[in-house]
């Protein structure tokens, strides 16, 4: 099967193909292709049916897709909880690129979530409280979508090690595209410098890794990137990508 057969395929006969051989079938053929190859398969095969997610941490992924996919849907979740830097980031990403943002909040407000379950969630259970806020109304936004676009990576965390660039996310029934599962830090620093990409202004002080503003907290130097988010509750996913 060539990637041609597989692009077809999905277009022609997607009620009858199992969507999950053909996924295993684009990771091998892709794993070592270029980012921007990966997302024109992804793009000439799902169409209008293919998103991407955004926490704007930075707009990498959002400048790579769109130069591919001009006009791409861009699913941020609202949290309630975030920085104003990342609400800011996701304002200025609506001006400078060509997509569509879309807004996706959780069925209750913070308040209505404190009313209901008592306040400070986020530091009781933190793991019902990602899924409340995160989990449940990504689920829900992906629904009209057969494919999403995510830019985790596989030197972010041990529990990202074993990400292929094009899988099949189970928890959701359709199919999951990391187009940057390959790279590095070095490679993320230098395609944001090189083309000038918008980053939250929190990476300048200390913060590389940005969530939710209750649960984030600065980064000394030689701490892992990722050691600011959740720290001392023992979680390192928010559920998204498990």
Not at 47 to 53: E, K, V
Not at 66 to 87: M, N, Q, W
Not at 179 to 201: F, H, K, M, S
């Amino acid at each position: 099967m060539t990637l041609v057969d597989i692009e077809v395929g999905l277009r022609s006969q997607r009620g009858t193909l199992d969507l999950q051989d053909i996924v295993e079938s684009a990771a091998v053929f892709l794993e070592d292709a270029p980012a921007r190859e990966i997302i024109r398969w992804a793009a000439a095969t799902f169409g209008d049916r293919l998103c991407l997610t955004s926490s704007m941490s930075d707009a990498l992924l959002i400048d790579l897709v769109s130069r591919v996919k001009p006009g791409v849907d861009v699913l941020f979740i609202d949290t309630g909880y975030h920085f104003a830097e990342t609400v800011g980031t996701r304002d200025a990403v609506r001006q400078v690129y060509d997509v569509n943002v879309i807004d996706i909040k959780p069925s209750r407000t913070v308040e209505e979530q404190e009313r209901d379950l008592g306040p400070r969630l986020f530091g009781r259970n933190p793991d019902l409280c990602c899924y409340l806020r995160k989990v449940e109304p990504l689920n829900r936004a992906l629904e009209p979508y057969l494919a999403w676009i995510s830019g985790i990576r596989r030197d972010e965390s041990p529990t990202r090690a074993g990400t292929k660039v094009v899988e099949w996310d189970a928890k959701r029934q359709m199919v999951k595209v990391n187009p940057i599962a390959r790279w590095t830090q070095e490679e993320v620093d230098n395609y944001i410098a090189d083309n000038g990409v918008l980053i939250n202004p929190l990476h300048y002080d200390n913060y590389p890794s940005i969530g939710c503003a209750p649960c984030t907290r600065q980064v000394a130097e030689g701490e892992d990137p990722r050691s600011g988010r959740w720290a001392g509750l023992g979680k390192v996913e928010c559920g998204i990508h498990l």
